[in-house]
């Protein structure tokens, strides 16, 4: 009781690896949508649904449930995707690596990832219009992922900092 009336009514702020957790995957599930509305309107021949393109089958994988879970499963790819970047470069500060893991998350699915997902041509058959889009889309996901976890980052090293002084 002595220590609810110390700290009050507050609630206990998030771990670390929970922000990160959802960062990733509000990411994931945000620019996946982002990626699905430019590939309605046209500015990319590229869909969410070539995620499910080498395990799914059926033609239901190319309607709206089928974009519906790729989005999810974005998402969930995304996941991992901010734990990487927690892993490697959560020290750094600005959004110039957030942007530099952006492209390296572009040409790791553009150039090495690509033999997985039959719909996607080799990166030099592709239209600009894709090409342009997508990096554009990678390089605003990777400052999102990067900004958020290092803003989180060094937010939370000042308050340890304030609390051991």
């Known amino acids: 009781m002595a220590i609810e009336k110390k700290l009050g009514n507050y609630p206990k702020p998030m771990s670390f690896s929970v922000m990160v957790f959802w960062t990733g995957l509000f990411g994931g599930l945000f620019w996946g949508l982002i990626g699905f509305i430019a590939s309605y309107l046209s500015f990319t021949e590229i869909r969410p649904n070539v ?3 080498p395990w799914a089958l059926g033609h239901w994988k190319y309607e709206w449930l ?21 892993a490697v470069l959560r020290k750094f500060t600005g959004f110039w690596f957030g942007l530099g893991y952006g492209i390296i998350l572009f040409l790791v699915v ?6 997985l997902f039959p ?17 554009c889309i990678y390089i605003v996901y990777g400052i999102f992922i990067g900004y958020s976890i290092n803003y989180e980052y060094q937010n939370n090293n000042e308050q ?6």
Do not use: Q, W
């Open 51 to 53: 995620i499910l393109e």
């Open 66 to 86: 089928g974009t519906v879970i790729s989005i999810i499963l974005i998402g969930i790819c995304s996941v991992v995707a901010a734990f990487i970047y927690y």
């Open 110 to 115: 553009f150039f090495i990832l690509n033999p």
């Open 119 to 135: 719909s996607i041509k080799p990166f030099f058959d592709l239209k600009r219009d894709t090409i342009i889009t997508s990096i």
């Open 160 to 165: 340890v900092k304030e609390e051991s002084s």
